[in-house]
């Protein structure tokens, strides 16, 4: 239980943390092969791309956790405690509906048989692995904006006078 209660907390930004040091590590190594010692890795290029791909889909994920994407909150903003709970819960089913048919799409694209014999040009790696980062994120953003929309459900706000 306790490593679950971990995974909630942390999951997100500890991947995306990984996945930004190796992009930095694999930036870094191809800039010094390429200028220093005039040779650079023909895989590193493809490599970075992957990695910043599963990173921005991840990252989305962390931000639905922490509640830090961008929003227009002027008309919220005039509305009573209770009427932005219900706005905010209004926006998260839409975000789920969203998500939810984003997760589909994605998987019916990643069972296509094109796609799946298709392998990347320098590394020779499946491209459903790469296509795989948008359902996987757009799943973890789902269990997250679920998580809000329960939280905000059971919420009771204060009727101030």
């Known amino acids: 239980m306790v490593f679950l209660r971990w995974l909630d907390r942390n999951f997100e930004g500890a991947a995306a943390g990984l996945l930004m040091a190796v992009i930095v ?10 200028y220093v010692l005039d040779a650079s890795l023909s895989w590193g290029e493809e490599l970075t791309l ?3 791909v599963w990173f921005v889909w991840l990252s989305a994920s962390y931000a639905f956790r922490h509640r830090r994407h961008v929003r227009i909150t002027v008309f919220r903003d005039l509305l009573g405690e209770r009427a932005q709970l219900r706005l905010d819960m209004f926006a998260d089913i839409l975000i789920l509906i969203f998500l939810g048919v984003l997760v589909f799409e994605c998987l019916k694209l990643i069972n296509l048989p094109f796609v799946a014999s298709q392998k990347s040009v320098v590394l020779g790696l499946p491209i459903p692995i790469l296509y795989a980062s948008a359902p996987v994120g757009a799943s973890l953003s789902f269990i997250r904006v679920l998580q809000h929309l329960y939280t905000n459900f059971r919420a009771k706000p204060e009727i101030t006078a």
């Open 25 to 34: 590590a694999l930036i870094s190594v191809n800039v010094f092969m390429r």
């Open 50 to 52: 992957w990695t910043f």
